[in-house]
């Protein structure tokens, strides 16, 4: 498969100037220590050009030849002692404001980093969950991590270092200039055709670079994929095929960083090569001049180490421009994942639904599907189709069917986890996309077959951030019957969880959803298979509880097993995204259609 890089394809990318303005409201918030970082480029270059010319002035002066003229007038011990301190003073001078303005510019680089992975994760948070359907884990790790290092790096590093690198090339080439202007006009004939040459590689080394960071995507995102998926692996005994994969992909990433070495090796060894052939010039033409008594032997030496110097800031340059280029393609990477449209959002002027239910008195809860189509992929074909139904309030509903019918999906679009295609839901008359999706949320209190457990203790896994009174944890922990199983752990409402629950069984991060759900008093109750991961003793016990906190609420229950739904108001029986059977459990069996059928079969293998 033939790479194409991304400066090639049809679509319209942002020039690298475009993309560098991206980062100056970034850079802007740090602008004081920018400027600091700017006024010191001056000084710098000056420190740094003069340094040559005292070397030639002592050297001149040693040798009794014409030197500037308030050396004339002094002794030989009294030129070289003033020549030895400028040169000592000009030296620590430039190691000082070095030290200085590399702080400045690495806090700059940091501080860009911190805003931008701040604002990258309130993005990616914030994005749809189809979004979360085609991309891989680890792509976005890589985006959140190594990306945003790099990006750091186009200001700290890239820009501001090319900036100085500029400056002292252009105060050394004024220097020579004013020193002897032949060897400066040498040397500066072969500054500017290098200069291309390294514009070439960098521009190689920029696609070569993308590649390599869209491999390093791949080859997080396979190992995320096994770590999380590691029981599957060694219970089928995988690991000898993943590893080969892995192996494959590391592989490819391996041969991407090549070509970035490739080319930036490439700048280096022809900056090399062609400082070398640019003293062996000035050595040429001086020493011929020299020997014609029409150039200094001192003024010689200050043009060796105007040649040295003059290509230090562009090998340099090159190397700078390098890590810019990277920190281009980042910036182009993380771009993408700054432009993606945040679908749903909400509106400008949402209505309230805590006023709405004042105005009914309390009587909240009513939810109704009206011709609700829905696709998971545009040219997809439908998962749900013509959906139609109204659930009153405090009414049990249960939703039932074969596997890919479309409860969850029903589920989904009733949180607004999903836009729908064509049609709307109503919640207490409004529509969800009338709502803010915080009070929507807050209104429905959803429980899922697994309960998911951040990395913290047993009282934040029911608060999740909010802020509840130790009381009212507890209360809702007594009124689910969870406060048994709590108060047995080691530190009880304080005990520490590791990630995803690591330290708990299945049933008891399901009790925790429980909690979760009890202290936010939601007036829909969606349960999607949440007895599931409970035993039969600890089911029964839970019931008790369940029973409790649907009442005087409306439910949505999806259920497989089905005799656990028998006492629901009405059940909804899903075939392909339609609702083709609804009514209580005896008018369905009366029906003898699907409901029956899924009934008796789970019967029989009962």
């Given at each position: 498969m033939t790479f194409v890089s991304p400066l090639s394809k049809k679509r319209n990318r942002e020039n690298d100037w475009r993309l560098f303005l991206r980062l100056v409201p970034y850079a802007r918030r740090r602008q004081r220590l920018l400027w600091v970082s700017a006024i010191l480029l001056v000084p710098l270059a000056i420190a740094g050009a003069i340094q040559p010319i005292l070397v030639g002035q002592a050297i001149s002066l040693i040798r009794g030849e014409d030197v500037i003229f308030f050396l004339k007038e002094m002794t030989l011990s009294a030129g070289l002692n003033l020549l030895t301190g400028l040169l000592l003073a000009a030296m620590v001078v430039r190691s000082v404001l070095e030290s200085v303005q590399g702080f400045a510019i690495q806090k700059v680089g940091q501080g860009i980093t911190y805003d931008i992975r701040n604002d990258l994760f309130e993005k990616v948070t914030a994005l749809p969950m189809q979004f979360f359907d085609r991309t891989p884990v680890g792509k976005l790790i890589t985006r959140l991590t190594s990306d945003i290092d790099a990006l750091g790096d186009v200001f700290s590093t890239g820009a501001i270092g090319i900036l100085s690198d500029s400056v002292s090339i252009i105060a050394l080439t004024i220097a020579m200039f004013t020193v002897q202007w032949q060897l400066a006009l040498l040397l500066l004939g072969m500054l500017i055709p290098i200069s291309f040459v390294v514009v070439y590689f960098q521009r190689q080394y920029r696609v070569a670079n993308y590649r390599a960071r869209e491999e390093l995507s791949r080859l997080n995102a396979g190992l995320q994929e096994n770590i999380t998926g590691i029981n599957v692996v060694q219970i089928f005994r995988r690991e000898r095929f993943n590893a080969r994969l892995f192996r494959q992909i590391n592989e490819k990433f391996i041969k991407a960083i090549d070509a970035t070495i490739f080319h930036d090796a490439a700048v280096s060894s022809t900056l090399e090569w062609i400082s070398l052939v640019a003293i062996g010039g000035i050595l040429w033409l001086g020493g011929l001049r020299v020997m014609q008594d029409s150039l200094s032997f001192g003024t010689l030496a200050s043009f060796i180490l105007f040649s040295q110097r003059l290509f230090n800031p562009l090998r340099q340059f090159a190397e700078k421009f390098t890590t810019l280029q990277a920190g281009f393609t980042a910036i182009e990477r993380i771009a993408e994942l700054m432009d993606e449209p945040i679908e749903i959002r909400d509106p400008r002027s949402p209505l309230s639904l805590k006023e709405k239910q004042q105005a009914q008195q309390g009587h909240a809860g009513e939810i109704r599907f009206e011709n609700v189509w829905f696709a998971y992929k545009k040219d997809d074909d439908y998962a749900i189709r013509?959906?139609?139904?109204?659930?009153?309030?405090?009414?049990?509903?249960?939703?039932?069917?074969?596997?890919?019918?479309?409860?969850?999906?029903?589920?989904?679009?009733?949180?607004?986890?999903?836009?729908?295609?064509?049609?709307?839901?109503?919640?207490?008359?409004?529509?969800?996309?009338?709502?803010?999706?915080?009070?929507?949320?807050?209104?429905?209190?959803?429980?899922?077959?697994?309960?998911?457990?951040?990395?913290?203790?047993?009282?934040?896994?029911?608060?999740?951030?909010?802020?509840?009174?130790?009381?009212?944890i507890q209360t809702a922990a007594r009124e689910t019957n969870v406060d048994r199983f709590i108060e047995s752990l080691p530190q009880s409402y304080d005990t520490p969880l590791r990630e995803r629950g690591t330290n708990l069984s299945g049933g008891q991060k399901q009790l925790l959803a429980f909690a979760r759900c009890a202290i936010r008093d939601p007036k829909v109750m969606v349960l999607d298979e949440a007895t599931a991961s409970l035993d039969v003793g600890t089911e029964a016990f839970v019931q008790e509880a369940l029973d409790r906190l649907l009442a005087n609420r409306t439910a949505i229950i999806i259920a497989h097993r089905l005799s656990t739904i028998r006492n629901v108001d009405r059940i909804f029986v899903l075939q392909q995204g339609q609702l083709i059977e609804a009514g209580n459990h005896e008018e369905l069996l009366r029906k003898d259609g699907l409901y029956a059928s899924l009934y008796r079969l789970q019967m029989l293998g009962s």
């Open positions: 013509d959906l139609n139904f109204t659930i009153q309030p405090g009414e049990k509903i249960a939703l039932v069917g074969p596997t890919g019918a479309g409860k969850s999906t029903v589920i989904r679009l009733l949180c607004r986890l999903y836009e729908t295609t064509k049609g709307r839901i109503l919640v207490d008359g409004i529509d969800v996309r009338d709502l803010a999706q915080g009070e929507l949320r807050q209104h429905l209190g959803v429980i899922l077959q697994d309960g998911f457990v951040f990395a913290g203790d047993v009282k934040s896994n029911i608060t999740l951030g909010e802020t509840y009174s130790l009381e009212k």
